[in-house]
DNA sequence: GCATCGAGTCGAATCGATTCGACAAGGGGG
DNA sequence: CCCCCTTGTCGAATCGATTCGACTCGATGC
């Protein structure tokens, strides 16, 4: 492997030169920097990392924390961030290391392992919990950290997220506006809402925001990570006195299942029931074009990559204003929405 | 931070020592290695990687790379194997850098740039073609590559992947066994096909091989990408003459869609028709147990993990005989396969 | 004609760990 | 009693880049 030696040699240069050339901290001669960029060419030189990072105490990494839930295992939303967070670093010449699983939660070694022998220059962290210790942690050690989803206190760290409780009022306005009176939310898992998870709850209060703006009742049920489970309370909410005429869920992932259970009592979307999805992935619900307010998955790795990266190249502005990012709800007309009979 | 010095000198000895103790390749007395140890643990010292790489050559960090599919953007499989990755390589010491999008796949700098910057001492590709020019290129730079697939030239590069030819013989086997004889192969989608992807290639061999041994002919229609097409497909399928009793279908995505498009035809799985999965992820058919091949994340993972690191820690390993391994499916018995009428 | 200045380049120190050769102390054999 | 070997530790060189101070050379000012 060729190292700066060689294209310093190469070019007939001291290696400092080459330095310069790179990072164009100093001046250098038209003549003398051609030189030096033919040789790299030549050589297909580029520098080594390690010496890098060791000299300039910056490696252009963001590490990427990728906890365990507590219910689920691996977080299928994982994956999605993971390819949104890698293009958006990318934009900003940074490459992205995975911690993951128990490593990567509270009391992980994982993220403070990356930051004390210093792997990476910031962390994102995600599936935040309202309180977290690990954001102390970090803290304690000097090391930038953003976060994807909103933590109870808001000003303790730079974040991201969708703004829950604006999304799921827009669903229910949605389902107003076509004429539904009969709106029943059929909210997170009910995991989530005993943990208090920011989205659950934020999600629930936007939807007691819509109803009292619009002056309707909208009751809320908790969804279950059981599929039968789901599908009996579903049963209960149709077999009720006055039936839903619409429903919006905040539980993405069983929506086919949902469908293809009321089709089986025979009743069909949007014709006896209107649907609207919440934070659902992009382009992926089972090929149902639902309406829906998907989650902005790259908008939201683009802020926080953008976050990131600001931190770790001024780590003091971590203190005085931590950044914040809330992305407004965006509603997709799609399918699923039918004028109240 | 702190740094080998401040160790050396909290426990009163040189900071070679010090690198004795973590490394253990010379022996310490017991005192002196629990001095240094205590000292350690006090000071929360971990090995500046930068510094640790420089001069050890060894980073212990795989990259990853996602490329882009051809007709699919991001590949939802790259978000599972990253998990089964991450895991994998955690447990050999390893952490894993994501090289994802254009930048990994044939022509992509990221790779290259991660090779010769030594950002990793080794790299699992995924969605490798069957001849895929990466492989040429990290030969060239000495840079030990495993692969997640089976390449056309199976000695070229040490690799692992399902048997998907087994699986796909097992699908169709399994339906025979439950008596059925009109038997369709519902195969991934065209544009793989067109490809010669190896997965695409290998079922559909493996459904041939099948047929010939059962003495039944097992028809196989390419699947869609287009969700409308793909259902028009299906309906051309029941419509004709004898239609199919069992299919057997390698695009799991697309199985959700199908059950309700059926359902909606009044025709039920199992009792109207059974259906088979093929290469599915675990725990995930959109809440359908169904009768399936799953694709061995874990697995594959492990295994793909494992070559990668033996190659990292002797890259002489690389040429003589590269590791293969090819991952026999396994049949999950659910719900949807009825005994034929 | 000499001092001054700026542009462009070089040399050397440095980052923090690894690793090899050297060396001190103590034990055993002849 | 001396030599040699083993055990445990140290010092110094080294990896490859960055960066600061110093230097050279030609141009400019007076």
Redesign the interface.
Known sequence: ?ATIKDVARAAGVAPSTVSYVLSGSRKISEETREAVRAAIERL???????????RSTR?N?IA?A?PLSSSRG?L?V???F??GL??AA?EHGY???????R?AGPGGA?LE??A????ADAAVLMGVEMEDPRIDAMRELDFPVAVLGRPAEESAVAWADLDWEEAAAVSVRALYEAGHRDIHYLATVEEDIRDRRSYSVRGIDGVRRASAELGVPVPVCPSSSD?AELLRRLDALFDAEDPPTALAVQHP??I??I??HL??WGIQVPRDVSLVAVGNFPE?L???DATRVELPVREMSVAVTRLAVELAADPAASRPTAGRELIPPRLIRGGTVAPAP
């Open positions: 492997m297909g030189y580029h520098p080594n990392a390690g010496a890098r990072s060791l490696t990494v990427l990728l691996y299928p994982g994956g999605r993971m390819y890698s293009e990318g490459d992205v290391l995975l911690i993951t699983g490593d994982g392992r990356v004390r022998s210093r792997l599929p992932a069983a086919p299942g469908l293809r089709a089986a992926d089972g090929g149902i």
